[in-house]
């Protein structure tokens, strides 16, 4: 038997710090997060999910209070869209060969329909590295990478049969970029069965209150699909979520994918999450998007 190669392949930046960097353990985590996951009944069909992407003992049940939704199912692929915290650059940047690395192993990127959204995206969407690489952090002293994605894909491996994903990441944008963005998007997915992931945590700041009553907030336009809406309230800070662009792009293509519905899952804040009272917190929710 032949087998197949996979290259270039993204390697594991954030193994052993957001989440187990040894296979068994990891898969031991993922799969008792996922056992512990919510039974929600959803009215529709799963197309996508919005999941925090923080380190596993901050956000990882929240994350997969989403990926129960869908496990055991399969897709012809998964996209998968976050902010860039790492290297700032105009547009989106989409890994469009070979495959992303976790412990559990390499994740093929659908390359047909990484080249499909290249194809309709062209000034928006590009192919490169940029968002996807090693880059120096002067706080660790070393490189790190990325980990908006990659903390996505252990949930994915472990939920989702016989997965191939297209990562994107999300630099600079503005609004007309994020209607373009998900006109490429839709146009490029056509008839096929593609679950969108976006990865985005909600509000950052240092009130436990004010977090809830932000993320209420944020997660109620959220679940209404108002477009406008969550543009201006991003615009005018009155709304929090740092995967802002990618949730906005999803938003734009509501209609387009059939979308009628966005239910939230679950949500809480890296204090309840941990226990510890007082100092900086971040909100994390999770929300399906069905039709």
């Known amino acids: 038997m032949t087998q197949v190669v996979i290259e270039p392949i993204r390697e594991a930046a954030v193994a052993g710090m957001f989440y187990p960097g040894e296979a068994d353990q990891l898969a031991r985590e ?17 197309v996508g999910l919005i999941c925090p992407h923080a380190g596993y003992p901050f956000s990882g049940a929240m994350a ?44 093929p990127v659908d390359e047909k329909l990484a080249d499909a959204i290249l194809a309709n995206g062209e000034g928006d969407i590009q192919v490169d590295g940029v968002g996807h690489r090693l880059v120096s952090d002067p706080f660790r002293q070393g490189p790190r990478g990325e980990h908006a994605l990659e903390v996505q894909l252990p949930f994915l491996q472990r939920a989702v049969k016989g997965l191939k994903i297209v990562p994107m990441v999300v630099g600079h944008y ?36 004010a977090c809830k009553a932000s993320d209420a907030q944020t997660l109620g336009v959220i679940e209404a699909l108002d477009f406008e809406a969550f543009a201006q309230g991003v615009q005018k800070r009155t709304l929090q979520a740092c995967g802002s662009g990618p949730i906005l792009t999803v938003m734009h293509m509501a209609e387009r994918l059939r979308i009628n519905c966005a239910r939230v899952i679950g949500r809480t804040n890296s204090s309840e999450a941990t226990g510890r009272a007082g100092g900086y917190v971040v909100g994390y929710g999770t929300v399906a998007l069905t039709r």
């Open 64 to 107: 997969a209070a989403g990926y129960g939704q869908v496990r055991g199912e399969s897709y012809d692929a998964v996209l998968v869209m976050g902010p860039s915290h790492r290297e700032p650059f105009e547009g989106a940047s989409v890994f469009a060969r070979g495959g992303y690395e976790t412990p559990l192993g390499v994740v």
């Open 174 to 209: 503005d609004l007309a970029m994020c209607q373009r963005m998900g006109n490429a998007i839709a146009d490029a997915i056509g008839g096929r069965r593609v679950l969108i992931v976006v990865s985005s945590d909600l509000y950052h700041g240092e009130d436990v209150a």
């Open 30 to 46: 993922v799969d008792a997060m996922l056992d512990g996951a919510p039974e929600v009944d959803l009215d529709g069909e799963v």
